[in-house]
């Protein structure tokens, strides 16, 4: 049996399971094909694929298969909550290429709908390229860094640069494939990298002039400088940081808090 087959099957088990649960939502995670029809009375949400479907029912959200399964399920969550659709303790149905199963919606939901409607694919390009660098590091070491992206007027006066910016005068856009390796090379820079919410990259080697202390950000034991200046930039402006610390785990921050937490050197790759 072909695997398109084998989706179509499970694809017919989760509309019905949905209904046996009363379900809100049915999440396809990463379908292998563009031939999806689940004829469902309700919002279908395809993570990952750009499929060229249109329907006032589906809705597409594009996040990095890399971050893990059950990363991918929380921000799916978050986002059916903002977004009106589910509410806390309420269920939707997930299915990936090879398997189905069920998620309740949790109360405590802090990831802004900015990270899927306005940052939506330069939050993702920005997780891969955090991702790849926890895995491979720099030349085989392990590097730190920051990203900030969006708000970049408030971000800029709440900064300054600390080493020659090598991207001035430069128009990379952080979605250009050919912009990635350059983007790694400057990893090593003691600094954050801004980017604007169109991906634009605005400079590296930047240090955050921000107070953790004076801002109350309180973060887990054991989180150094990077971490709070993370947190702090993201509570003084509406932007949002991801770090990536030199053990490889890659944080999101967002009006001060961490939002997803990742470390793919511990966690299985594929799902």
């Given at each position: 049996m072909?695997?398109?087959?084998?989706?179509?099957i499970l694809l017919r088990k989760a509309k019905e399971l949905a209904k046996e649960i009363n379900a809100k939502a049915i999440v396809l995670v990463y379908p292998p094909t563009e031939e999806v029809s689940v004829e469902f009375k309700g919002p279908v949400i395809i993570v990952g694929r750009e499929f060229d479907i249109e329907s006032e029912y589906v809705?597409?959200?594009?996040?990095p298969l890399s971050i893990g399964l059950n990363n991918l399920l929380n921000l799916v969550a978050a986002f059916l909550k903002g977004q009106g659709i589910i509410e806390k303790g309420e269920w939707f149905v997930y299915v990936t290429e090879d398997s189905i199963g069920i998620k309740r919606v949790e109360e405590r939901?802090?990831?802004?709908?900015?990270?899927?409607d306005r940052y939506e694919g330069i939050v993702q390009r920005t997780l891969e390229i955090a991702i790849?660098?926890?895995?491979?590091?720099?030349?085989g070491k392990p590097v730190g860094t920051i990203f900030v992206i969006g708000d970049t007027r408030e971000v800029m006066k709440h900064s300054h640069q600390i080493v020659p910016n090598p991207f001035k005068g430069h128009n990379l856009n952080i979605l250009d494939p050919k912009v990635k390796p350059i983007i790694k090379e400057f990893s090593f820079l003691d600094g954050?990298?801004?980017?604007?919410?169109k991906g634009r990259i605005l400079a590296a080697g930047r240090y955050l002039d921000v107070d953790p202390k004076s801002l109350e950000v309180t973060l887990p034991q054991g989180l150094g400088s990077r971490h709070l200046a993370s947190a702090a930039i993201t509570k003084v402006t509406k932007a949002i940081a991801i770090t990536l610390s030199e053990s490889g785990t890659v944080r999101v921050f967002k009006d001060g808090q961490i939002v997803l937490e990742y470390n793919p050197r511990l966690s299985p790759r594929s799902l």
């Amino acid at each position: 049996m072909q695997q398109v087959e084998i989706y179509s099957i499970l694809l017919r088990k989760a509309k019905e399971l949905a209904k046996e649960i009363n379900a809100k939502a049915i999440v396809l995670v990463y379908p292998p094909t563009e031939e999806v029809s689940v004829e469902f009375k309700g919002p279908v949400i395809i993570v990952g694929r750009e499929f060229d479907i249109e329907s006032e029912y589906v809705k597409k959200l594009p996040l990095p298969l890399s971050i893990g399964l059950n990363n991918l399920l929380n921000l799916v969550a978050a986002f059916l909550k903002g977004q009106g659709i589910i509410e806390k303790g309420e269920w939707f149905v997930y299915v990936t290429e090879d398997s189905i199963g069920i998620k309740r919606v949790e109360e405590r939901s802090i990831v802004s709908n900015e990270l899927f409607d306005r940052y939506e694919g330069i939050v993702q390009r920005t997780l891969e390229i955090a991702i790849e660098l926890s895995i491979e590091g720099r030349e085989g070491k392990p590097v730190g860094t920051i990203f900030v992206i969006g708000d970049t007027r408030e971000v800029m006066k709440h900064s300054h640069q600390i080493v020659p910016n090598p991207f001035k005068g430069h128009n990379l856009n952080i979605l250009d494939p050919k912009v990635k390796p350059i983007i790694k090379e400057f990893s090593f820079l003691d600094g954050a990298f801004i980017i604007t919410s169109k991906g634009r990259i605005l400079a590296a080697g930047r240090y955050l002039d921000v107070d953790p202390k004076s801002l109350e950000v309180t973060l887990p034991q054991g989180l150094g400088s990077r971490h709070l200046a993370s947190a702090a930039i993201t509570k003084v402006t509406k932007a949002i940081a991801i770090t990536l610390s030199e053990s490889g785990t890659v944080r999101v921050f967002k009006d001060g808090q961490i939002v997803l937490e990742y470390n793919p050197r511990l966690s299985p790759r594929s799902l």
